[in-house]
Each structure stands twice: as C-alpha cells, then as structure tokens.
C-alpha cells in the first residue's frame, strides 16, 4: 500500500488585533501583528519544499492571494466548533480523501524545522501516533496513522493541561506512540528567539 503523506497548517488570517493577543497586551497590535508574519513566513520557509500534500487551513476566510502559493498548498477554512472539534474535523476529512499519514501543525513554532516535520512523517512508519510537545503544556505538532477522536475530547485547549491529557488518552487506549523534541510556541515576548529585534523596531 502506498504511503499517502499530508500535512495540515492550521493558521490565523493575519488581522490586526486578531493574533497573538496575550503577545499584544506586551507589545502592542502592531508589533503582535508583525511577529505573527514572521511566524507565517517561518512556517512556509520550513513546509514548502516537504515531499507531502500540504493544506493550509485558514482561521476566518480562504485568501486566495496571499503568501501560501496556490500551486503548493490546498486551501481550506477550518470547520466550526472548538480547536479539538475543528482538529478533529480536518483529520477525518483528510482519512476519508485516502491519506495514510496526516500531521498537523499550528503557526506559532519559531524552533520547528522542515526536519523535525521530516522526522514526524518517519515515525508514523513504525509508530501510530507521533506528538511534538511544546514546553508550555501544549503541543506543536501531532501526527497519526488514523483518527482517534479520543485525543481531540475534553480538553483544556490553550492551557498546560493538553499535553498530559492527550497522553493519558494514548496510554489508555494502549496506542503505540512517540514523542518529538519539546520546542518552545510564541505566546509571550520571553518565548521568541530575539525579542529585542522587535522591542528596538522603530514604530511606524
């Protein structure tokens, strides 16, 4: 059986006092705004030379024109519900379009690397699920064979609580999973590589 590979970008349309609001309460809109594209770019820079489907799943409305190029990256809006619902929605549409291995990443990992997204894919050869945690409870990335809709219910979304949950639910269910490097999502000025490049910025 071929091995059919997609990965789901789920993003925010990039609005201005829409994203990155806990960054904006430091940095203010403008400033959160900016760092929010950084992130897009970032997040481009290391999926677009992936060997796998990719879908780019948009927060409000499908840009037509805009930084994902068409030719690409499918595009989408994210279904209604909670992000587990949301998530959980994405993950079956793509198992019923045929696809064997389905990763999803969200936009906010300025440490994720077109490697690491590489290394997730490989491990789904021998693992059912794969889970890169990120270091404020949450998670940046989650892979899987096929759904398990357990991992997507009763969740604290956005708290330190969800990645603990999510492998309780897999130790539970006796699933075979691994885990990735703990990389740092920006939500707070401390998590970015650089801050001073954006506390220095003249305002403009």
Known sequence: MTDK????????????????????????PETALEIYLHLLQHTRSVTEKLSVDKAVYYSDKVE?????????????????GDLGEKMAAAFEKAFTEGYTSVVIIGSDCQQLTQEIIERAFEELKSHAVVIGPALD???????????????????????????????????????NYTLLPHLSDVDYLEDLENPEEWLNQDNH
């Open 64 to 80: 037509l024109q805009d930084m994902w190029p068409d030719k690409v990256y499918q595009k989408k809006l994210q279904p209604a």
């Open 5 to 28: 590979r997609l990965l789901l970008l789920f993003v925010r349309n990039p609005e201005l006092g829409k994203v990155k609001t806990r960054l904006a309460a430091t940095v203010g």
């Open 137 to 175: 409870g949450g998670y940046y990335l989650l892979g899987m064979n096929r759904l398990y809709p357990e991992l997507f219910r009763n969740k604290h979304w956005s708290t330190k609580q969800v990645f603990p949950e999510t492998i309780e639910d897999l130790q539970r269910l006796h699933v």
